[in-house]
């Protein structure tokens, strides 16, 4: 019943920040996915009789590479694969199921907040038993696996019924097929004050939830109109589509709009929030006020015991590099330990495991905390509505107390994406033989105190991660930052990250990209962007 079926090795399976991530087309070539998925097996020891989760964003492709997954574990020699019904779980669902039920790893297939279609992306991830994304040790492993493969293994058996939960034997193999919202609700239930929140919205506070046409629409449908009794419709865009409706499904104000016009209109909502594919980004905007992702992690962080999962408060606060430094203040006020990792949520795991901070979070987008070990876009939309329903204010008001209280970092990161791979290499390049000579040199009345490229000391295994990232420092706690994406699968894309610190609060009501414009100039000035790419601005501005 098992069969080993010959192979050749592809040389482009080097997973990125997150997982591996290719066309549609490119993943549909002969054995593409079942050479990455054997190369993931290959590289991992001791799981024999033991359990593997299983579970994708429900994007295009996502059914036909499940079944191959499913019946490769069982060839593998797994004891277990749980799935989720219709080949359904969230990242963050995942994550809770992997470490509920003490797996020993997982296989997450999304391409997170990238379009899906026959023509678009898909992808595929390993998180290991704590739940999270494999570290790169691991990925590294997996990558030179894939460069020689030259067999692959798999049950030689029909295909599952994916639509019907429970259990069934496959090759010797158990296979359960789980409710994927269940095991997630609970969990919300037991962090957050559902009655709370419930009064606060039988009291008349309107939200809306764009799930974006992705996977969170079965999550947020539970949580949000059965459990807290939001009026039907609250959740928009709430089935999973293949192709996510055409749409992007990445929460920000470029892919999100409508959401945010709708909440900023007078008549609209009080509050809204939207969630990206694979249900681990999160946007939160309140009337009159878009809640950057770095100051919401300072928020949460600062007012976490209001939540009855974090009433004993958290242990320290990790963001990645590029995230605003809004959190440190709030860490420093709190005698809090304060952590600056890679971009990447594989960064926060050993910290997170060590017991080292409990929030953690990236400008992009992303929050979560202990819970599990992946970001968590309802969890963060649940912690705004706890605080919102404890602190008895709006959004607003907490959002503009905390800059009184803690000043205000403006942030804003501009994205240049699908540039010419070599032109992008080559402003980087170009910008790391700057680097020694930046420090000292001024730009306008900016003046450069110092700059490097970012690398990280894993304070916990002792691991090294370098060239994350290029910071420019500058008098005041202004910076700028540039780095390639590393998620990205046509072009290279150039993000160029702006903070400035204001803390008098007759200062904080400018424009952001008004209250940024000198270093965005410099910026340009430094990397020489215009020239280099060809582009006379971003295509994305978040
Ligand atoms: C992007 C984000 C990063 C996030 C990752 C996965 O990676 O910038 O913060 O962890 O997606 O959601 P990048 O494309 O910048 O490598
Ligand atoms: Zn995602």
Known sequence: MIKTVAT??????KPGTSGLRKKVPVFAQENYAENFIQSIFDSLEGFQGKTLVIGGDGRYYNREVIQKAVKMAAAAGFGKVMVGQGG?????????????????????????????????????KYNIGNGGPAP?????????????????????????????IGSFDLAGMKVEVIDPV?????????????????????????????????????????????RLGAPEGSVRNSTPLPDFGGHHP???????????????????????????????????????????PSDSLAIIAANATVAPGYAKGISGIARSMPTSAAADRVAEKLGLGMYETPTGWKFFGNLLDAGKVTVCGEESFGTGSDHVREKDGLWAVLFWLNIVAARKK????????????????????????????????????????????LPGQSFGSLKVTAADDFAYHDPVDGSVSKN???????????????????????????????????ADPAKHGIDTQEALSDLITVADEIADIRKRTGRDKPSVIT
Do not use: C
């Open 250 to 292: 990445d929460p920000n104000l470029v892919h999100a709009k409508e959401l945010y016009d709708d909440v900023m209109s007078p008549q609209g909502p009080d509050f809204g929030a939207a969630s990206d594919g694979d249900g681990d980004r999160n946007m939160v905007v309140g009337k009159d006020m878009f809640v950057t």
């Open 394 to 437: 709006s959004v607003a008001e907490i959002v503009t107390q905390h800059w009184a209280e803690y000043g205000r970092n403006y942030y804003s990161r501009h994205d240049y994406e699908e540039v010419d791979t070599d032109a992008a290499n080559g402003l980087v390049t170009a910008l790391r033989e700057k680097l020694p000579s």
């Open 182 to 226: 269940a095991d997630y609700a609970e969990l919300m239930e037991k962090l957050f004050d559902f009655s709370a929140i419930r009064a606060l919205i039988a009291g008349g506070f309107r939200v809306a939830i764009d799930s974006m046409g992705a996977v969170t629409g079965p999550y947020a449908n539970e949580i949000f109109e059965k």
């Open 136 to 164: 790169e040790k691991i990925t590294d492993a997996i990558f030179a696996r894939s460069k020689v493969i030259d067999e692959y293994k798999i049950a030689d058996v029909a295909d599952i019924d994916l639509d019907k």
């Open 88 to 124: 359904i779980l969230s990242t963050p669902a995942a994550s809770n199921v992997i470490r509920k039920y003490g797996a020993f790893g997982g296989i997450v297939l999304s391409a997170s907040h990238n379009p899906g279609g026959p023509t678009e992306d898909f992808g595929i």
């Open 468 to 502: 994350q990232g290029i910071r420019v420092l500058f008098e005041g706690g202004s910076r700028v930052v540039f780095r390639l994406s590393g998620t990205g699968t046509s072009g290279a894309t150039l993000r160029v990250y702006v903070e400035r610190y204001e």
């Open 8 to 13: 050749a090795p592809y040389q482009d399976q």
